[in-house]
């Protein structure tokens, strides 16, 4: 914890300690009080350095919490997540304005992108779900760009090494999940049926020792579409059946995400959790509550797309 009194004068001194403290990405606890990992510790003692050499008063101390919940509370003031959520609407609008750009363009945007991912990760000091997530974001758009500027041209196994499916092998199936599905299991088997096997039947197993035979498991361990690195089953079904250029689900998936396994925070995923609880509590029946959250999902990928009507 850097402890600080910044002189008066002068107030280009101040502007720029001030500057620099903000560039580390540290938390201010209050006025003069600013934290970094311990390891940063050397990261404080030029700029207190700095404020003594000019009347000011600094001093760096460790700081220890005194149970795990105050610990959890330090750390989740080095949250990032608010940085990466606005990173990644940037990368969602270069997605979605793909069509209208040179391709010379978008790359150079996607490498903008690349930089300023870096820019935010050198200041998160304690990466979790929402960096994963990050990284998967701006390889599924480099993807895109391959896809979009290259039609044709023979590609290799993608970086999450998730194959290309032929839908047309998956056409007429008995798809199973656990009974009384929640996020994840929804959404999948409302992609199932709205973009991969449009006479889909499905199965909600109370045990998924007891999948029956010739069915096709998803969103469970051991099932054929499930959880891949960082991927949820959503976003694994995307990328299985080359879904995964299309925005509208891109964004469907991103709230699958938060929801299912948090990460980077999407401000319409509280909407969609509110809306898919309560019809949860309307239907008893699986089929009856796919049913009714299928509504919701059309809804969605109906919504316009961000800088772009319908």
Known sequence: MLLITLPTQPSSV???????????????????????????????????????????????????????????????LFDRGE????????????????????EAVARRRWRGLAQALEEVQRTDYFPGEAALQAQVTLADLRDALDAHYSKGEPRALPDHGIALLDGGQFQG????????????????????????????????????ARLPRGAIGFDFDGARFSHVGPRVTFEVLLASFGLDQDPRLMRIGAMVHCLDAGGIPVPEAIGLEAVLAGLREMHNDDDLLLAAASGVFDALLAAPTEGRTA
């Open 14 to 76: 101040r502007v720029r300690i001030w500057r620099a403290l903000k560039a580390l990405g540290c938390v201010a606890l209050r006025d003069g009080a600013y934290l970094l990992p311990e390891e940063r510790q050397a990261l404080f003692e030029p700029l207190a350095d700095e404020a003594r050499e000019h009347g000011g008063s600094a001093m760096v101390l460790r700081l220890d919490a005194t149970d795990d919940a105050q610990r959890m509370e330090l750390l989740a």
């Open 83 to 102: 940085a990466y959520g606005a990173w990644r609407a940037t990368a969602e609008a270069l997605h979605v304005e793909l069509d209208d750009l040179g």
């Open 173 to 208: 199936k008995r798809w199973a999940t656990r009974a009384r599905p929640w996020v994840d299991r929804l959404a999948s088997a409302w992609l199932i049926a709205r973009f991969i096997d449009k006479q889909a039947e499905f199965v909600w197993l109370a045990d998924v």
